[in-house]
């Protein structure tokens, strides 16, 4: 049984930064390629940044320069490093992970506001 367990939500100011966590648990974390999404109110789930198994990332156009996705295998981790945040990234950051079926967080909360 699979389980990823995000942390490091928060609220934050404009222009500020947060590092998004997302330890996974039961399964063989480096063989599977990771993203983050987020969900904000009233709007469709979105992949924001995703990583491969052997490193490669890729990022929505909106966060890109900003945002900074990377996984520490030892640690069956994988980051999201936000920085320059803006009002519009506030949502609910979900984890992901590419396996069949496919495993998700339980999500934490972003909130960009001054």
């Known amino acids: 049984q699979v389980q990823l367990v995000e942390s490091g939500g928060g609220l934050v100011q404009p222009g500020g930064s947060l590092r998004l966590s997302c330890v996974a648990s039961?399964?063989?974390?480096?063989?599977?390629?990771m993203a983050w999404y987020r969900q904000a109110p009233g709007k469709q789930r979105e992949l924001v940044a995703g990583?491969?198994?052997?490193?490669?990332?890729s990022y929505v156009d909106s966060v890109k320069g900003r945002f900074t996705i990377s996984r520490d295998n030892a640690k069956s981790t994988v980051y999201l490093q936000m920085n320059s945040l803006k009002p519009e990234d506030t949502a609910v950051y979900y984890c992901?992970?590419?396996?069949?079926?496919?495993?998700w967080g339980q999500g934490t909360q972003v909130t960009v506001s001054s």
């Open positions: 992901w992970m590419r396996r069949a079926p496919p495993a």
């Open positions: 039961g399964s063989a974390f480096s063989s599977y390629a």
């Open positions: 990583i491969s198994d052997r490193g490669t990332t």
